[in-house]
């Protein structure tokens, strides 16, 4: 029903900077938040940041350092990277949580994952 695309991971040099954008397309009445998680080899998958609205919120590990923003026109969400360091390399997963349908309840769908390595 709602598939989102993630690009603009690779590998980047410690306080290097990416950008990572994710585009929602299939059937979608609303969406109600995005966001990124990722998951490191070992480490259960984590928040990093979420956008809703004007609202956003950052995992405190990246506060300062990453910004989140979202076109809505377009229902894309971008994760601006900078300062990387090594600990941020992981498997980066956009977020959304969609309503299909009027009446419907709001579910989450995820992306494939976009790799992000962070390494001298």
């Known amino acids: 029903q709602v598939q989102l695309v993630e690009s603009g991971g690779g590998m980047v040099q410690p306080g290097g900077s990416l950008r990572l954008s994710c585009a929602a397309s299939?059937?979608?009445?609303?969406?109600?938040?995005m966001g990124w998680y990722r998951q490191a080899p070992g480490i259960p998958r984590e928040l990093v940041a979420t956008?809703?609205?004007?609202?956003?919120n950052y995992a405190d590990s990246v506060k300062g350092r990453f910004t989140i923003s979202r076109d809505n026109a377009e229902n894309t969400v971008y994760l601006q990277m900078n300062s990387l360091k090594p600990e941020d390399t992981a498997v980066y997963y956009c977020?959304?949580?969609?309503?299909?349908?009027?009446?419907?309840?709001?579910?989450?769908?995820w992306g494939q994952g976009t790799q992000v390595t962070v390494s001298s």
């Open positions: 299939g059937s979608i009445f609303v969406i109600n938040a």
């Open positions: 956008t809703s609205g004007p609202i956003t």
């Open positions: 977020y959304a949580k969609v309503r299909l349908r009027l009446g419907s309840v709001a579910r989450d769908y």
